[in-house]
């Protein structure tokens, strides 16, 4: 490395150092912001086939606009009966749960005063503790949490509309500053990426019912929704399975005796590494895979600045990056 090179290098450092942390600090902002881009271009293959249908683009973007709110509000639909009973459940749960850690650490360390002192905390006639019960969600703490959530919402269907409406105006835009990159390569990218989660949907989708389905001959409680959460997950690649499977352990310990209780996690695991070994490679192609190392960094960078919101935005900008950095390659 020459010194003539050294500054230029340390300039880059400070911009994506500077960059990392304007993108923490307007979190809320910006979070909302790059789902719906990333959303937008996964739409993309439907708002132009109705563009050469003749429908208008705007007509387009708001039928698009109205399938990913539909969906959003028959997934809440659904799922509201299933949670709110969970919730009112959770400290009933939480006892169980602590009962069950206190009944293993007793047989561990084989110490009977410790046994009796859990046993006599967790007895079920005494009233948890303040520190130790689930505190849940008030009505003052939904009423104030409310602006916030109706502002990143109203945030994430304009960005989507307008996105979806003029993004090939958009390209346009960007790449007039640029000497190689046309619109052109990146609507060629937005496809790969559309090609890529359409075909990653499909699979978590279909996934999301076989775990459902077995964890429902398993006698898990509420298996359609474990099915539900498993096809989310499964997006997040390679984090969201390792945190189902501790789901899982801990739901089937609690609500199972003996080597039964570990029944649903192995069998979920079991599920998972046929998915990952042999469906998803056979189904995307190696033309669309991606290094492991570059998924599971961008994976972590994501979802340490925004949370479950990078995590679902991390792969489909990998992608999308990956997919421009071809394209300029070609010219």
Known sequence: MTAKNTPNYALWLVAIIVTLAALDIAASLMAPIFLAVVLGIVLSPLTDFMRRGGIPPSVGALFSLMIILGLIGLLVFFLEPILTDII???PLIWLELRATITDAQATLRGIEEVSADMAEALN???????????????????????????????IFVGTLYFFLLARVEVYDWVTRSTLRLKAAHLVEAEKRVARYFLTITIINTTF???????????????APLWGFIAALVNFVLYLGPAVFVVALVTA??????????????????????TEGQFVTPALVGRTMSVNPLLVFLSLVLWLWLWGPVGGIIAIPLLIWAIAIKEQAEKI
Not at 129 to 148: M, N, Q, Y
Not at 208 to 222: A, I, K, Q, R, S
């Open 208 to 222: 999301g019912f076989l775990v459902g389905g077995v964890l429902l001959l398993l006698d898990m409680p509420y």
């Open 252 to 273: 089937g310990v609690v609500t199972f005796d003996g080597p039964y209780s570990f029944a649903p996690a192995i069998a979920y695991v079991l599920m998972n590494m």
């Open 88 to 90: 009112n459940r959770a």
């Open 124 to 154: 079920p006639d005494d009233a948890p503790d303040e520190d130790d019960a689930v505190r849940l969600p008030s009505v003052t703490d939904a009423l104030l949490s409310a602006p916030g959530y109706a502002g990143r919402l109203m």
